[in-house]
């Protein structure tokens, strides 16, 4: 079946460096993948999407990565600043669904960024 | 509000009571998704409206879930005898698309937080 999970649990970075945020998923059919950002309190923040047509796609101090060969999704994060602080997901459309909306998430990795 | 609205923001009952969870999607999305958040379970999806299509019941967990959602807008989750497992924050979200663009893309609200004694 398909799943969606994270290498790290945890990241703690200082103010300035970039971050690396890794996931694996299992399903070598899923054509689509969503990252998300959520801050204590809040709902999850919509950060960048990639379809697996693509192998890069850059937003603003954010980069997905997509390695179809081994499963392999990550997120950078440029020059982080304690804002990025957050617990960031990743995502895909659950199976069986018309909508990308309907989705199923990893566990979450918990970034950490010190001034 | 510019956002999605859920309230109440926090709810305590007791085992066995019936909850009732308001959504105020953005106004002008046609796409409205109820998830829930939960130490155990992290992030799942429960149901999904689309228009006026019959929702994508799914992920619901038991018959004692229920949602509707009036005139394409508001929509209210409902959970009958509740359990002390289905403690969790509640989580709605809307988006403007359909399937056309087909997008993950969500506007969440901050949630309902339930606590089941």
């Known amino acids: 079946g398909e799943s969606v999970g994270l290498h790290l649990p945890t990241l703690s970075v200082q103010e300035g460096d970039n971050s690396i945020i890794n996931c694996a998923y299992s399903?070598?059919?899923?054509?689509?993948f969503i990252w998300y950002k959520q801050e204590s309190g809040k709902g999850p923040q919509f950060i960048i999407d990639?379809?697996?047509?693509?192998d890069k796609r850059q937003g603003q101090r954010v980069t997905v990565l997509l390695n179809k060969t081994v499963k392999h999704l990550s997120l950078q994060i440029a020059a982080t600043q304690p804002g990025d602080s957050a617990v960031y997901f990743c995502?895909?459309?659950?199976?069986?669904?018309?909508?990308?909306?309907?989705?199923?998430f990893g566990q979450g990795t918990i970034l950490t960024v010190h001034p | 509000g510019a956002g999605v609205s859920q309230s109440p923001s926090n709810k305590v009952t007791e085992k066995g009571k019936d909850v009732e969870l308001r959504c105020d999607p953005i106004?002008?999305?046609?796409?409205l998704y109820w998830y829930r958040q939960s130490l155990g379970q992290g992030l799942e999806f429960l149901i999904y409206?689309?228009?006026?299509?019959?929702?994508?019941k799914s992920g619901l967990p038991s018959d004692r879930f229920s949602a509707e959602r009036t005139g394409g807008s508001v929509s209210t989750l409902t959970i009958q005898r509740t359990q002390q497992e289905d403690s969790a924050v509640y989580l709605c979200?809307?988006?403007?698309?359909?399937?056309?663009?087909?997008?993950?893309?969500?506007?969440f609200g901050e949630g309902s937080r339930l606590t089941v004694l």
């Open positions: 995502a895909e459309p659950k199976g069986g669904g018309t909508s990308y909306g309907k989705l199923t």
């Open positions: 106004s002008g999305h046609t796409a």
């Open positions: 990639i379809r697996s047509n693509m």
């Open positions: 399903n070598s059919a899923s054509d689509y």
């Open positions: 409206f689309q228009g006026n299509s019959a929702p994508d």
């Open positions: 979200a809307s988006s403007p698309h359909g399937t056309d663009p087909n997008t993950g893309e969500l506007f």
